[in-house]
C-alpha cells in the first residue's frame, strides 16, 4: 500500500525491543529484510530511544551509553545509517486536543495553552505551576473552568488522556495505557528533573554524543536530534532545542558532522519567535533528516496543526532548500558514498479524513490524511526539482 502511493523509504524502528535493550543484528536485519522485500528501503530509525536515566544523568548512564552504541554498530553494520532521536526530558510532544474540528469536516491537533496550564495548576497540582503562566492565560484558564463546571471529571480524563496517555505511551514507553495512576507516574517522572536546569541538561546532552561519535564515525551514523514539541518552556522542564540559539550550541558544542539535525518544521514553526525558512538555510548542511509539516499560531499562544500547503512553516521554500542541498550533497559524492549523502524527507501529523478516526491510528499518525500530505508534498517537489534544480 505504501508503495503504491508513493513512499520510497520506511522510517520505522524495532517497536518490540524494551527501551534501553540492545537492538540485536539479527532483529535489525529482520526488519531492514521484511521492508526490502516490498521494494522499498529502511531509510531512517525513528527512533533508537535514548533513555532517562542518560538524559538526567543518572547512575547508569554509562552502562546505557554502552548499550546504545552495540545498537548504533548493528544498524550500520546493517546499512542502516539515519537515527531520530530526542533530548527532550519525559514529554516527547504535547497537544491538549487530537481532534479539533476543521471547517472541512476533517480534524486535527491542537494545542490550548489555557487548557495545558489547567492540567498543569489543576490536575498535576506542580508546585510552582502557576507563576509559568501569564495573566491571559490564567483568565481564560478560569473561563474554561467555568465552561466546563457540569463535565469536570470527564474534561480532566480527556485532558490526561491527550496530553500523557495516548501521546507519549506510543512514543517513547514512559506511559503506558495500562497505568492505574498516569498522573502519579507522570509527576514521578517530572520530579526526576527537580535539580536539573538548562545547563545542565546541555551538558548531559554533550557528554551523551561525545560518547557516541567514535561508533557514528565508524559505521557512518548519522545522529539527528528532533527538536522540543512545542519549542516551549513547559512543565517546568529544560527545553534545549527550541530556537536558532539551541540548535547553534548544539551542532558547536559537538561539531562532528555525524552530530545533526532532524528539521522537524512543524515543531519548529509553533514557537512564533522561529522563522522556519531561515534556519532551514542556515543549518541544511547538518540536516540529515526533514519532517515536513506545518502550523498555525494564534496570538494568545495556542497552535493548531496546518495542512501541509499552509501554515507558517512554508513547506515549498523548505522543499528548495532541501532539495538543492541534497542535489549538491550528491553532486560532490563518489558512487559509494551516495546512498549515504540522501536527504530523507517524511511527511508528518496530518488531518483525520474519510473514517481514520474509527481506525484506532495513533494520534498525528492517520492513513487517509498523510496519504493526502504525501500527494501534496510530491506535488511540491516535483514543481521545485523542475524549476529550480535543473
Not at 496550564?117 to 502557576?130: P, Q, V
Not at 530556537?243 to 550550541?249: A, L, N, R, V, Y
Not at 521554500?317 to 560532490?332: D, M, P, T, W
Request: charged content about 25%.
Amino acid at each position: 500500500m505504501l508503495r503504491q502511493i508513493g513512499v520510497e523509504g520506511i522510517v520505522t524502528a524495532l517497536h518490540h525491543i524494551k527501551n534501553g535493550d540492545v537492538w540485536p543484528l539479527d532483529e535489525v536485519m529482520k526488519m531492514k529484510t521484511f521492508i526490502e522485500q516490498h521494494g522499498l528501503r529502511w531509510s531512517v530509525v525513528e527512533s533508537l530511544p535514548v533513555m532517562e536515566i542518560i538524559k538526567y544523568g543518572g547512575p547508569d548512564r554509562d552502562e546505557l551509553i554502552e548499550k546504545y552504541k552495540i545498537s548504533l554498530a548493528n544498524l550500520g553494520k546493517a546499512g542502516v545509517h539515519t537515527i531520530c532521536y530526542n533530548f527532550m526530558p519525559v514529554l516527547d510532544w504535547a497537544r491538549t486536543d487530537l481532534e479539533n474540528p476543521n471547517a472541512n469536516g476533517t480534524s486535527s491537533l491542537y494545542f490550548n495553552k489555557a487548557e495545558f496550564a489547567y492540567f498543569d495548576i489543576h490536575i498535576l497540582k506542580r508546585n510552582g505551576a502557576e507563576g509559568d503562566y501569564d495573566s491571559d492565560t490564567l483568565q481564560r484558564m478560569e473561563q474554561l473552568m467555568k465552561e466546563h463546571a457540569s463535565n469536570r471529571q470527564q474534561w480532566e480524563q480527556r485532558l490526561v488522556e491527550n496530553i500523557i496517555v495516548k501521546t507519549q505511551g506510543f512514543v517513547n514507553g514512559n506511559i503506558s495505557e495500562e497505568d492505574l495512576n498516569p498522573v502519579q507516574k507522570f509527576a514521578q517522572l517530572l520530579d526526576l528533573y527537580r535539580d536539573i536546569d538548562r545547563d545542565k541538561l546541555r551538558e548531559n546532552m554533550r557528554y551523551f554524543l561525545e560518547a557516541i561519535m567514535p561508533v557514528c564515525e565508524e559505521w557512518g551514523m548519522n545522529m539527528c536530534v528532533h527538536p522540543d514539541d512545542p519549542p516551549l518552556q513547559i512543565l517546568g522542564l529544560p527545553r534545549i532545542v527550541s530556537c536558532d540559539q539551541d540548535i547553534e550550541w548544539l551542532l558547536n558544542a559537538v561539531p562532528n558532522p555525524h552530530n545533526g539535525l532532524t528539521f522537524c518544521a512543524g515543531s519548529l514553526s509553533a514557537g512564533a519567535h522561529n522563522d522556519v525558512p531561515r534556519l532551514a538555510r542556515k543549518y541544511a548542511n547538518r540536516t540529515w533528516f526533514v519532517h515536513l509539516r506545518s502550523t498555525n499560531v494564534m496570538p494568545n499562544g495556542d497552535f493548531k496543526e496546518a495542512s501541509h500547503l499552509g501554515g507558517r512553516a512554508n513547506i515549498i521554500e523548505l522543499c528548495k532548500i532541501f532539495e538543492a542541498e541534497q542535489k549538491q550533497r550528491l553532486e560532490c559524492a563518489n558512487d559509494s558514498e551516495k546512498a549515504l549523502m540522501l536527504l530523507p524527507m517524511r511527511v508528518d501529523h496530518a488531518p483525520l479524513m474519510l473514517g481514520d478516526e474509527k481506525m484506532g491510528y495513533n494520534a498525528g499518525y492517520s492513513f487517509h490524511g498523510r496519504m493526502l500530505a504525501l500527494g501534496q508534498v510530491e506535488g511540491v517537489m516535483a514543481t521545485v526539482n523542475a524549476i529550480y534544480n535543473n
